[in-house]
């Protein structure tokens, strides 16, 4: 037989079209037999886990299949149910969310006033949305900048003024530190820039915010922090401390690993000492001796005090999960960064602290999502978080006695803010993943 038929008869000269793979090779069946039915242990565990996820279902259906949601008491509640041939505990009643979800979600702030913490989300919502999402323009960073000083003005009120120079002292000092620096020796500038911002914060603030608004008063309506409540309070006091927690607590890290002794064991006293005690034996000193280090006549908020120490106790446990972080890193990293001529903040912030803290981004969220549940802490120096909103709306004659339902709602607050936490952990770090081939 001739050639050509030959490799006619037995060669292949087209390529099949793409079939679907089998209907157990993909898709969910897939999923459910390499992660339910992989092996007889796992099939065990599986229907066991299933059994018992049944039997609670079925047994919490009810309760809340027959839920009342639209009642102004308890005994209503009951009276409904029984009116239904239901026992009194044979429905939850959803009711006091529905009746009180105003002081769950903002404590006691005057009501007339809830556009100013609704604002003062959106407005951080949108400050933090360039820094977490890197699609965004980076000219929308100095509105991140500016959003948690609008944030404080709107939810506390008061003069502008107060939150304008502050603005304005730190663009001055970045200002004098960035053009001064080039002629003169920027850390000795740095240094200087320092001492003056802490002396105009520490003895001259108060007095030119009197002085200003006497002339022009750029004042809105104040809140006082014991109108703060609820969850707007976790919100305020939890979100404050991650923000300014995670900046201080790379500046820690940086300094326990410093060659200077005196920053490295500064440092070091101040994570150990910080570390080594509970967080609300912290809270109580917020609440009765940090205002005894402040200058005479200064008082801040009680709110404004806990924010404070909370973020000194975040700031210590951030610094340790970024210094293992640091660790981590092979020398050759750092003897590259000095090899390239790179100056000591420029290898920090160019070569070494990225890949820190893309290593230690598990471990900082973890803190963050502890930090913010922590918050509830805060019902044991008088504060009215969730907590203690639920524990003031059931000693109320017509709530005595609810207890779940307004653990639930709670709970799932907590849960919706957590989740999206661990969600952008979790897409930050395929985002920054290298071996995505």
Not at 261 to 272: N, Q, T, V
Not at 296 to 307: A, C, E, Y
Not at 377 to 401: C, H, K, M, Q, S
């Amino acid at each position: 037989m001739p050639g050509n038929q030959l490799s006619q008869a037995f060669v292949r000269t087209g390529m099949l079209d793409a079939k679907q793979p089998p209907a157990g090779e993909t898709g969910l069946i897939l999923w459910i037999r390499k992660n339910l039915l992989s092996s007889w242990l796992n099939i065990i565990l599986t229907v066991l886990v299933a059994y018992a996820a049944l039997r609670l279902a079925l047994g919490l259906w009810p309760w809340f299949s027959n839920s009342v949601w639209q009642a102004s008491s308890l005994a209503d509640c009951r009276t409904i149910l029984a009116e239904q041939g239901l026992g009194p505990t044979d429905g939850a009643c959803f009711a006091v969310v529905t009746d009180r979800w105003h002081q769950l979600i903002f404590g006691f702030y005057p009501t007339d006033l809830y556009w100013r913490p609704i604002l003062a989300m959106i407005l951080f919502l949108g400050g933090i949305a360039p820094i977490l999402f890197f699609s965004l323009p980076r000219s929308l960073l100095i509105f991140s900048c500016l959003a948690p000083f609008v944030c404080f003005w709107l939810l506390w009120g008061g003069t502008a003024w107060l939150p304008l120079l502050i603005v304005a002292g730190l663009a001055g000092g970045y200002a004098l530190t960035r053009f001064v620096g080039a002629v003169i020796s920027p850390t000795l500038t740095g240094l200087v820039t320092l001492a003056l911002l802490i002396g105009f914060f520490w003895f001259g603030l108060m007095p030119l915010v009197g002085l200003m608004e006497a002339g022009l008063s750029l004042s809105i309506r104040p809140v006082a922090s014991r109108e703060f409540g609820g969850f707007m309070l976790a919100a305020t006091i939890g979100l404050s401390a991650i923000v300014l927690s995670l900046p201080l607590g790379v500046l820690l890290a940086l300094a326990r690993q410093s060659d200077l002794p005196l920053i490295k064991w500064s440092a070091i006293i101040f994570i150990e000492v910080v570390r080594g005690v509970p967080l609300i034996v912290w809270l109580f000193t917020a609440q009765l001796l940090l205002n005894y280090f402040l200058p005479p006549g200064t008082s801040f908020d009680l709110t404004l005090r806990v924010i404070i120490m909370v973020t000194l106790f975040a700031a210590a446990y951030i610094a340790e999960v970024i210094r293992g972080g640091l660790v981590a890193l092979p020398k050759g990293q750092h003897e590259g960064a000095v090899s390239l001529g790179l100056s000591y903040w420029q290898s920090r912030r160019l070569i070494i602290l990225p890949q820190a803290l893309k290593i230690s981004i598990p471990g900082i969220v973890n803190e963050f999502i502890g930090l913010f549940k922590d918050t509830t802490l805060v019902v044991f120096i008088g504060l009215l978080d969730p907590i203690g909103v639920t524990r003031a709306i059931r000693a109320t004659p017509e709530w005595n006695g609810v207890y779940w339902e307004l653990f639930i709602f709670v709970g799932l607050l907590f849960y919706v803010v957590c989740y999206a936490m661990a969600r952008y952990s979790l897409h930050l770090e395929n985002l920054l993943r290298r071996d995505n081939y």
